[in-house]
């Protein structure tokens, strides 16, 4: 799974890259700070399922603290994106480049209205046209492309697998084209579309293939009106207000154990001794979380994975009495499925060969044996019998 952030430069797209993940990522208060792509792991949070169960995991491909499951996903943080970007303006190219592959996109806007779309600073620049712009020249980008090999895509009766193979490695599946072809009443048998054709395609593509989340950063230089004003005109996305300063702030003051702090949290412990200065901007950050109980910053990436994507979380073991795998650790590993997903997509995520031999799986919660095509639930924990060798 990949998720990119995006948005016009200078909106605070790199803080809240920096803290979700902890890379230090070049940031500065100018227009195209960011140049090459930044990558990096954040953590999704979860309840684990250990307490329910009555056992103390031990995990290995993620995190548990204090009962809170920490499961990676990467994330990419790319250069700014301004008006004439599909054209090849700023770094629009290189930008729009690096998105291909990623399932969901956090498009980070400036609520407070101090930056315009080039990113340069303004008095009352209205964040929802940031939106707009990003959207467009998404969709000009990819009629582009489709432009470019429309007479060889017009030649076949299958243009929905046409379109696949000019799209391919784009994270694009047959069933979003079709999705996004039939939304727009467009045939996809020996297509003969216009310019708009074109284009209404590829703005309901990118919608469906790179489903989008609004970061209404700097919320600690706005106001909640201006929130609840930007939600209204963005009707359809899921608008999220955040501080990413101030989440920065706080994991590295926890990092550097002065606090002690839970990403996604409404409070902090102070911990150690401070400065005078230091004591003051902690106090500061603690009136803004006693106020919106969190920066937004690890919503953000939940809301993104759990809700957007429609992810759920499965723990795979061995033993379904123990909760463990062969090595004997408890509820080793949390891995992220697609809500639909079966046993026996549990058994090829784990291993192919362990899905081509497998026989049936088992409900460790209740002990009952289970079928290949049982849906998963959140928090189910599952064992696969399999007749692979080990």
């Known amino acids: 799974m990949l998720i990119g952030i995006i948005g016009a430069p200078n909106k605070g797209k790199s803080t809240i890259f920096s803290a979700m993940t902890l890379v230090n990522a070049k940031i500065e208060d100018r227009p195209f700070t960011t140049i090459s792509p930044n990558y990096g792991v954040a953590y999704v949070t979860t309840k684990c399922v250990d307490s329910e169960l009555g056992v103390k995991c031990n995990p290995r491909n993620s995190i548990c603290n204090n009962g809170t499951r920490e499961i990676p996903v990467n994330v990419i943080d790319v250069a700014g994106l301004v008006p004439g970007a599909h054209l090849g303006k700023g770094m629009g190219n290189q930008f729009l480049n690096d998105l291909i592959q990623a399932d969901a996109l956090i498009q980070v806007v400036d609520l407070s209205g101090k930056t315009d779309e080039y990113g340069n600073p303004c008095d009352g620049c209205d964040p929802a046209k940031e939106v707009d712009m990003v959207r467009d020249e998404l969709a ?38 079709r999705k996004a072809a039939e939304a727009n009443f467009l045939s996809l048998n020996g297509i003969d579309w216009n310019e708009e054709d074109t284009y209404k395609f590829s703005d309901t593509l990118m919608r469906i293939s790179k489903p989008t989340v609004i970061a209404a950063n700097k919320l600690d230089m706005s106001s909640i009106e201006a929130l609840e004003n930007l939600r209204k005109r963005l009707e359809g996305y899921e608008v999220i207000g955040c501080s990413g300063a101030i989440e920065l702030a706080l994991r590295n ?36 979380l006693a106020k919106y109980h969190t920066t937004g910053v ?53 291993h192919s060969e362990l899905a081509t031999n497998m026989l049936y799986a088992i409900n460790a919660k209740t002990k009952a044996r289970i079928g290949k095509d049982y849906l998963l639930s959140n928090n189910d924990v599952i064992k696969i019998v399999s007749a692979a060798k080990k």
């Open 140 to 177: 000009r980008w990819l009629a582009g492309i489709l432009a470019k090999h429309m007479k060889g895509i017009a030649r076949r009766q299958d243009g929905d697998i046409a379109i696949k193979e000019v799209l391919s490695g784009f994270n694009i599946s047959l069933e979003q084209i």
């Open 298 to 350: 690890q919503e953000l990436i939940n809301k993104t994975v759990f809700e957007v994507l429609g992810y759920i979380v499965v723990y795979p073991v061995e033993d379904e009495n123990k909760y463990t795998d062969h090595n004997g650790n408890v509820l080793p590993d949390a891995l992220l499925v697609k809500k639909g997903s079966t046993a026996k997509d549990l058994a090829e995520k784990i």
């Open 253 to 288: 003051a926890a990092k550097n154990g002065y606090i002690a702090y839970t990403p996604g949290s409404g409070s902090f412990e102070i911990k150690g001794k401070l400065s005078e200065e230091q004591e003051k901007a902690l106090r500061l950050m603690q009136k803004y």
